[in-house]
Structure formats: C-alpha cells, structure tokens
T-cell receptor, first 112, second 114 residues
Framework: GDSVTQMEGPVTLSEEAFLTINCTYT??????LFWYVQYPGEGLQLLLK?????DKGSNKGFEATYRKETTSFHLEKGSVQVSDSAVYFC???????????FGRGTSLIVHP | NAGVTQTPKFQVLKTGQSMTLQCAQD?????MSWYRQDPGMGLRLIHY???????DQGEVPNGYNVSRSTTEDFPLRLLSAAPSQTSVYFC?????????????FGPGTRLTVT
C-alpha cells in the first residue's frame, strides 16, 4: 500500500536558519502531495500542495517540489521564524483512494 | 463558511461512560473521517464515510461507532469509554469531485478518560 516517510524530529533551529524537512513516498498511480501544519493546540491545516510531477507548491515562504524520479516532496524555508514552530505532516492522496496517507509528523522548534 | 466544526473542545469521562463527539462541515464534502492523535503515534484513522449512509472502518475502529445520516454531520460515539481512549480526536472532510482530496480538519476534541 501507499506510505509516507518523513524525518523524525524534533528539528531545532535558531531564528533565520534554513529549514529542510525530508519526505519520501511510495504510491500507486499518480497521487497529489501535501504538507500540512499543526500549530500547538490546533487542528491540521494545509500549508501547500502539488498535484503532478515537477510542480512546486509554495506558501508563507515554504516550498516543496514534487519529484517523481526520487519519490520525494521535501519541505524547505529559507529563513524560519519563531512563529513557524509547529508539527509538519507530509501526506499523499488520490491514485484511486479517497483515504489520505500521512507521515508521522515532524516537530519544528525555532529559538529566538 | 465555518469549515469543519467539532464539539466539545474538551471532555473528561469516567471509565464506562458513553458520549458522542460531534463533527459538522458546511462545504458539501462527501468524504468525512475521524482520526485520533497520540504522542509519537501520528494520526490514526478510526472510521470514514464516503457519503450519507455509507461508513467504513479505518485502522483503529474498536470501541467507536459512527453513522452518517446527512452529508453535513458525522458523529463519533464512544460506547464504553476506556483510559486507552484518552487522546485528541480530529474530524476531517474532503471534496471527492476532483482527484486531489485536500483534507480540511476541525480544531479537535481533547478527551481524557479517568
């Protein structure tokens, strides 16, 4: 079946540092790929998405590119802020099923 | 649009009590689902529904019941609460018309069973 693997956290960075959170996937068909973010005490919300190979999703300074050849969708941000501290989930859906597949989540802690 | 709403936000139950977690969405989404989130376990799918009158089990359905009588509502029932059901519960919905299936989550219900 489908699966999503993302790097374990927590990832701890200083403000203005560069962020990468790795995500790789296994899927049948041609899924859409997502990054969701969960701020403390809240539900998950969509951060960005890409629906086909070589698409780049971007939002709030975060970017991720759908790489079919390496089955990856790594999340990057050039300069993180304290307010980016949250849990980030990589996910995929589509490819014949309504049910999404989520990674385990990566906690990001940004220090001033 | 209110999106996905969940009530209550917090709940404390005693072992053996029953309760219903409410979930509603106003986006006319056919697909709805319930997850529980526990530390170190990620999100685990409890039950899901692809439309009114249609429900199915997810990864961890034991101890939970669902029904889907309308497109908007998808309540989750705990029949006899156990301490192992202490968790944060999220309801989610998505469109099924396109093939992207972006998920919309509610704010969660934080349940403690003593």
């Amino acid at each position: 079946g489908d699966s999503v693997t993302q790097m374990e956290g927590p990832v701890t960075l200083s403000e203005e540092a560069f962020l990468t959170i790795n995500c790789t996937y296994t899927a049948t068909g041609y899924p859409s790929l997502f990054w969701y973010v969960q701020y403390p005490g809240e539900g998950l919300q969509l951060l960005l998405k890409a629906t086909k190979a070589d698409d780049k999703g971007s939002n709030k300074g975060f970017e991720a590119t759908y790489r079919k050849e390496t089955t990856s969708f790594h999340l990057e941000k050039g300069s993180v802020q304290v307010s980016d501290s949250a849990v980030y989930f990589c996910a995929l859906s589509g490819g014949g099923s309504y049910i999404p597949t989520f990674g385990r989540g990566t906690s990001l802690i940004v220090h001033p | 649009n209110a999106g996905v709403t969940q009530t209550p936000k917090f709940q404390v139950l005693k072992t053996g009590q029953s309760m219903t977690l409410q979930c509603a969405q106003d986006m006319n989404h056919e697909y709805m689902s319930w997850y529980r989130q526990d530390p170190g376990m990620g999100l685990r799918l409890i039950h899901y529904s692809v439309g009114a009158g249609i429900t199915d089990q997810g990864e961890v359905p034991n101890g939970y019941n669902v029904s889907r009588s309308t497109t908007e509502d998808f309540p989750l029932r705990l029949l006899s609460a156990a301490p192992s059901q202490t968790s944060v519960y999220f309801c989610a919905s998505s469109d099924t018309i396109n093939t992207i299936y972006e998920q919309y989550f509610g704010p969660g219900t934080r349940l403690t069973v003593t």
